[in-house]
């Protein structure tokens, strides 16, 4: 486990918010021994059925790269599932027809929400290990979606094959030494053709973050590990646990994931310095 004063660091160079005695929406990790008082504080009928498309706190936007303002944010988790949307159609693929959804680290659903109009033909779930975000969603995007606190161990409380689809963004780019056990876990829970789409760090985004995106807060991050980054590597992880940023050399990526799935597209520059994955299930 990395130094306290080391993962403080990264959370403020991205953007992260330190965590307070009783926010009034708390992001903990779930079963935490000494963690903090917590409170989820009521939300009447009339603040669930108020805003056509409620939005978290803006303290507890993942990115400042969501955007400053409500509409940017919900604008944002659009985006993000029409490029996803977009990828999946040029592989011949459509949501429509791939039955239950599961997004694996779904937050407090800024991409998921947008796909509430399927709900009603099919499971559409959300999992995340931040409970506090997961409380959020039940309280304003249930019942017709559904949520899970999970953990960080490579288990889902669903059954061999529940899904047709699917997707984690932003979640492989921080999943350190357990990542071939999560990919696992995601094949067991999806059915024969189901597909998988990932978003993952690769070796070329440090050029890309050392060019283009120098000014980021991953950037910054990344010169202070320039000895690492610069040698030739399979994996590369900056801290660890989920606070980590990962780095996978393709060829290696490709290796460990192949016996499982069958690589359909790799997309650069999805998310900025992420690139997606989409995989099919063997």
Known sequence: MWPRRLSRKI??????????????????????????????????????????????PRDQWISEKYGNTPEEYLASGQRDLQD????????????????????FGCGDGRMLRWLEHLAGTREVWGVD?????????????????????????????????????????????HIDDLADAWIAELRRILRPGGK?????????????????????????????????????????????????FVFYDLEFLRRAVEPLFRILSVTPEIRLYQNALLLERN
């Open 84 to 103: 996803m949307q977009d990828i999946l159609a040029r592989a011949g693929v459509s949501l429509e027809d791939l039955g239950n959804i599961l997004e």
């Open 129 to 173: 290990i931040h409970a506090g975000r997961i409380f959020w969603c039940k309280q304003h995007l249930s019942p017709a979606l559904r949520f899970l606190t999970t953990t960080m161990v490579p288990h889902l409380p669903f059954e061999d094959r529940h899904f047709g689809f699917v997707f984690a963004g932003s979640v492989f780019t």
């Open 11 to 56: 959370g403020e160079l991205m953007g992260a918010t330190s965590r307070t005695t009783e926010p009034a929406h708390p992001l903990f990790f779930p079963y935490n021994p000494g963690a903090e008082s917590f409170i989820l504080r009521k939300v009447s009928g009339q603040d669930r059925d108020g805003p056509a498309h409620p939005v978290p």
């Open 196 to 244: 998988l789409f990932m978003t993952v760090h690769l070796k070329c985004d440090i050029e890309l973050l050392s060019g283009r995106y120098r000014d980021s807060g991953l950037a910054r991050i990344l010169s202070s590990h320039h000895e690492f980054a610069s040698t030739d590597f399979d994996v590369f992880s900056i801290g660890r646990s989920a606070g980590s």
